[in-house]
């Protein structure tokens, strides 16, 4: 009766993943009408005229009372490290942009505050649409919001060449992105490579130095570790551009595609920074607390399940991969998080003192992800080894009994005793 129940659960529990993931696909945005408004407010009415990207053209009433164009609102999107953001841009009659506004988006809010604060969106102003908008050429990034930052200019490029190509007959290109690889992406194929050799040949003390120079790497100087908000935009379909964020695709992509080679998991006990910190918290503390009974603990370790399958849902229906972002990654190795964040932080990191991984072991996602990649393959492996042929068992069989009959022969002569085949 209980496993009928447990089954009952389970199965109603994947349908409404399914229909939430659904949800994200097709579900579309609010009206986009007000903040039509908010970057060129002199007009008075809008008039669509392209669909790819969307065009308006801006009106509003002449002396004559005839409608006359003022400009153009493009709307288009590009993007970024957590998903798309989707720009309104403004364009006057003389070809400058007057005003951009994010309609939409799906990166870490934190971030977008940011960039808000310092008032990036500004610097668009003035520009003209023939300008690449190229970030740290023709428009600063925010540190610490670099991606967020390079959506929202490509996005603009993008929607204010298409109005100068249809609208002003202008002969523009779009900038053709360079691949970028440098110290970023070298360190970190130079990390995978030595968590491969580690694991081949079993070499503890390369998984201290990996952990460590992840921390250091992939922590505090770079702040990618792999969250459940970008499983959220892998199961949502953002992808970003791998010639821009390369890292992204070895991290998402070539992690698991190893783990499930090797099958072993590499990323939480070779590769995570913040287990890395973790495990020198506890030897710092002892890390040897247990909990009484061990029952409670087991279902205590079970809270992840919940966590995992909650924040999935709520980033399908809120649209936002950056809502399953949970985890106290971004508020430590970025300096940046919500409310909340600020507030599991410091309790995370004081257990993890007296308790092993105690992120890992009762909250962090990174088993259950790695336990999917796993489940598969041991169940593939073990389809091969029961699909060898009876004839190669046999092989194997009479060649083992051969060489037990070689080894008695040899010590039957060590002994002066004839033995018959």
């Known amino acids: 009766m209980k496993n009928s129940a447990n089954k009952i659960i389970m199965f109603a529990a994947a ?8 949800f994200s696909w097709t579900h579309t945005d609010n009206d986009i009408i007000p903040f039509m408004n908010q970057v060129f407010p ?3 009415s809008f008039q669509k005229i392209a669909s790819s990207p969307v065009i308006y053209e801006g009106q509003t009433k002449g002396q004559n009372g005839r409608e006359e164009k003022i400009g153009y609102v493009v709307i ?3 993007v970024a490290y957590g998903g798309p953001i989707k720009m309104v841009t403004g364009i006057n009659l003389q070809g400058k942009i007057v005003g951009t506004v994010i309609a939409v988006h799906k990166d870490t809010p934190s971030f977008i505050d940011n960039i808000l604060d310092q008032k990036y969106l ?3 102003i003035g520009k003209d649409i023939t300008d690449p908008l190229s970030i740290n050429k023709d428009i600063d990034r925010i540190s610490g919001a670099t ?3 390079r959506g929202i200019a490509k996005a603009v490029s993008r929607g204010s060449h298409a109005v100068a190509r249809s609208e002003f007959g202008l002969n523009v290109k779009d900038e053709v992105e360079p691949f970028k690889f440098g110290s970023k992406e070298i360190a970190v194929i130079a990390l995978v490579i030595l968590i491969v050799i580690g694991v081949a040949f079993k070499q503890k003390k390369l998984r201290r130095l990996a952990l460590l ?7 505090f100087q770079y702040n990618t570790p792999i969250s459940l908000a ?5 199961l949502m379909g953002n992808f970003p551009s791998i010639r821009e964020n390369l890292v992204w695709y070895i991290l998402l992509i070539g992690i698991p595609v190893i783990t499930f080679i090797i099958g072993k998991n590499i990323y939480c006990f070779w590769f995570c920074p913040f287990g890395a910190l973790q495990e020198i918290t506890a030897k710092v503390g002892g890390g040897k607390f247990k909990c009484c009974n061990k029952a409670i603990e087991a279902k205590a370790a079970k809270l992840r399940y919940i966590l995992i399958y909650l924040a999935l849902i709520g980033a399908f229906l809120t649209k936002s991969p950056s809502f399953a972002g949970y985890e106290p990654f971004a508020t430590l190795f970025g300096r940046q998080g919500f409310g909340i964040q600020w507030l599991i932080l410091p309790v995370v990191i004081f257990s993890s003192f007296f308790i092993s991984r105690f992120w890992c072991r009762f909250f962090c996602p990174g088993l259950i992800l790695n336990e999917i990649i796993l489940r598969p393959r041991r169940y593939i492996m073990g389809i091969l080894e029961k699909g060898i042929p009876e004839k190669v068992k046999l092989k194997k069989v009479q060649r083992i009994k051969g060489v037990e009959e070689i080894k008695a022969r040899s010590a039957n002569e060590l002994n002066n005793i004839e033995v018959k085949q």
């Not at 349908?15 to 659904?22: G, H, K, N, R």
């Not at 120079?213 to 922590?219: A, R």
Request: hydrophobic share 55%.
């Open 230 to 234: 970008n499983i959220a935009g892998l």
């Open 213 to 219: 120079g992840s921390l250091v790497i992939i922590g």
């Open 42 to 44: 002199e007009a008075q």
């Open 147 to 149: 991606f967020s930052t």
């Open 122 to 124: 500004e610097r668009f």
């Open 76 to 78: 288009e999107q590009a």
């Open 15 to 22: 349908v409404v993943f399914l229909l939430t993931l659904v």
